[in-house]
């Protein structure tokens, strides 16, 4: 699920529990040896892969140099930070990044970038022009010289000297510019997504018929209420509004939720995490998501760099940031259970009423980094994955190709899970799965590299390992807590005012069967 908004707040967070029965040691597996990659002198080789095209994000093709980070300002606040954006790719493919900005409905201005690209280049041509006069200038007083000469060649070298301070001064200010202006760039889009706003997405699947009831529909706040599950109204008074306690079988649905999701996704060769759920502002934004502005869902931490996460996918990229991973360890394969806090400015309504729409949840992510010629392989596995799961909970779903209007800045493509829901007589979304390509990796500097020779013959004292490739990644929801709550609560209720509880979570929560209505 994406992020966007708007007000800017600060909240205290609490860990989340995390499972750690004896019964799960066995399915847990050490972290990935590409852990070790990291700042290591020792890399292996790299096979060259060639992704261009609409397969590829605005910023892919040759390789450049990986983003930095510099140290905190005097202040301690932001960090600033370059993503590995090919220009030259945006320039020589103008056309067809200027057409994706249009198709996305982003505000992004491509011909200020590239005006501002070309300034760049001049720039650097007239810094390289003084530097190899004043280097001419240097050689000239090392030989035997009269005074006079030597005077003026010392002049001359302390002109030039303040001249390239300043155009070096300009270059630095102009390369921040276009960095800021470049980084507005949407990813690129996958030529099978349908073009237009939400209402153009298309229905790839559907699964299973809605519930037929012969008594009246309870939505999950009534059905909450009789069943004693949630308190919205003590909540609001200590937190605020779209905050809940959850009471009695709610939490043993949540933990049951979580536990059953996690073991059943690590099944598929997933590695556990429990992520940081306050992040610098650079990661978020390396991310694709804007941590501040008016249109945020992320909550700042005030007077810090710091934000809480809206997803785990955010600390979950930034494990790799700035490595270079064995090509043998690929796919890196990640399953993460977290906290989630968004701001969720202007969502208002009988649609966002109780659990649907919330400032603070529990959420299961899947995130994987791979090779770019195997994401789109990767990215039907993961819906897949959700497709399961949601199946075996017995839910009426519809599986979405999101229009290209509906698509965050980082996604390639995205697929939408909506689930029916009784209550609200209607399709409400509950997971997604997205293809971001590089756009990620090059901007928190994830690379791979392979054990094999490069494919041309390096120059002599150079290495002939080939140069390393942006890894591709990828993100997708497992499971949205509160959503998957008001999903089987409002499924699978009964006349009697119980609900049934469904079977594969029955296992997880001491053997329950059925939530029946406390007596008064």
């Known amino acids: 699920m994406g992020l966007g908004g708007t007000t800017l707040q600060t909240l205290k967070l609490a860990t989340i529990p995390t499972p750690s029965s004896s019964s799960l040691r066995s399915v847990f597996k050490p972290l990935s040896q590409s852990f070790l990659y990291r700042h290591s002198r020792r890399r292996p080789a790299l096979q060259l892969f060639f992704v261009r095209g609409l397969s590829a994000p605005a910023v892919q093709a040759t390789a450049t140099a990986t983003p930095k980070t510099t140290s905190p300002d005097e202040n301690g606040m932001k960090q600033q930070w370059k993503a590995a954006i090919d220009f030259k790719w945006i320039r020589d493919n103008k056309d067809a990044v200027a057409a994706n900005i249009k198709k996305r409905n982003s505000n992004a201005n491509l011909e200020h970038v590239l005006e501002l690209y070309h300034k760049m280049l001049n720039l650097q041509k007239e810094v390289e022009r003084l530097r190899g006069e004043r280097n001419v200038v240097a050689n000239k007083m090392k030989g035997k010289l009269e005074s006079s000469e030597r005077q003026r060649l010392i002049e001359e070298g302390k002109n030039l000297k303040e001249g390239l301070l300043s155009l070096e001064e300009d270059l630095l200010k102009l390369t921040d510019e276009l960095q800021q202006e470049a980084q507005c760039i949407p990813n690129m889009t996958h030529p099978d997504v349908p073009i237009g706003g939400e209402d153009f997405s298309t229905i790839r699947k559907m699964v299973g018929t809605p519930h037929e009831f012969s008594f009246p529909v309870k939505d999950h706040l009534q059905l909450g209420k009789e069943l004693d599950l949630f308190d919205f109204d003590a909540a609001s008074e200590v937190s605020g509004s779209k905050f809940y306690y959850l009471k009695n079988e709610a939490v043993m649905l949540e933990m049951g939720l979580i536990n059953w999701t996690l073991l059943e996704v690590m099944k598929r060769g997933f590695t556990p995490l429990t992520t940081p759920e306050i992040v610098r502002s650079s990661i978020v934004e390396k991310c ?233």
């Open 288 to 520: 694709g998501f804007q941590p501040r502005g008016a249109n945020t869902q992320v909550y700042s931490i005030e007077d810090s760099d710091q934000c809480l996460i809206g997803t785990a996918e955010i600390p979950v990229g930034g494990i790799h940031m700035d490595s270079i991973i064995a090509a043998s360890l690929l796919p890196l394969k990640y399953v993460a259970v977290s906290h989630c806090f968004r701001t969720e400015a202007g969502a208002a309504g009988t649609a966002s009423r109780g659990l649907y729409r919330v400032h603070q949840f529990s959420k299961v992510e899947m995130f994987i980094l791979c090779r770019p010629e195997e994401s789109d392989f990767y990215h039907e596995e993961l819906i897949r994955i959700e497709e399961d799961l949601f199946s075996s909970l017995g839910l009426h779903y519809k599986t979405l190709d999101m229009a290209s209007g509906d698509l965050g800045a980082p996604a390639y493509r995205k697929f939408d899970i909506e689930a029916w829901m009784p209550g609200l007589a209607r399709f409400g979304e509950i997971s997604s799965a997205s293809n971001c390509t590089d756009y990620q990796s090059r901007r928190l500097g994830i690379r791979f590299r392979s054990s094999e020779p490069a494919l041309t013959n390096p120059k002599k004292g150079k290495s002939n390992l080939a140069p390393p490739q942006f890894v591709h990644t990828l993100n997708a929801t497992a499971c949205a807590v509160p959503r998957m709550i008001v999903c089987i609560l409002e499924n699978n209720q009964q006349e009697d005012g119980s609900v049934i509880i469904p079977e594969p979570l029955r296992p997880f929560m001491g053997g329950l069967e059925f939530i029946h209505p406390k007596p008064r």
